[in-house]
């Protein structure tokens, strides 16, 4: 196994969260390949982001979500473990809502990456927060 593309793909995906960490959306996009496949916990009906999405998808609920926070959405990565293509994140979010609500997330994502950009992504929460943050009327 090549170490070096073990760790470009490391990088990619850390970047991801650094660039989301920074608000930049737009850059969290742009690692993602064009074809993407970003699986959320969750069965499909049981919470509106649930399921399989495309990069378009992705891009219009990473839009909804920022445009409820107060200060867009911060992103720690604790722990990654890579191996060939295939990268696994333990990452923590914070951030304050419009309304006063925190969502203070913990997650597992494992990301595949391909020439250079995320492939696939699983990624796995606590489902019953993301109901009671943001879907919680």
Known sequence: MDTTDTQSNRSVAESFYR?????????????MADDLSFWIAGK???????????KEE???IFRRMTRRLKDGLRMTVKHVTAEGER???EVESYGELLDGRVYNQEYHALMTI????????REYMDTQHVHDVWYRT
């Open 19 to 31: 660039r989301f960490d920074a608000n930049d959306i737009a850059g969290a996009l742009d690692v």
């Open 44 to 54: 499909p009906g049981s919470s509106p982001t649930a399921g399989v999405h495309t």
């Open 58 to 60: 992705m891009a219009a």
């Open 87 to 89: 990268v696994a994140l």
């Open 114 to 121: 391909r020439d250079g950009k995320i492939a696939t992504v």
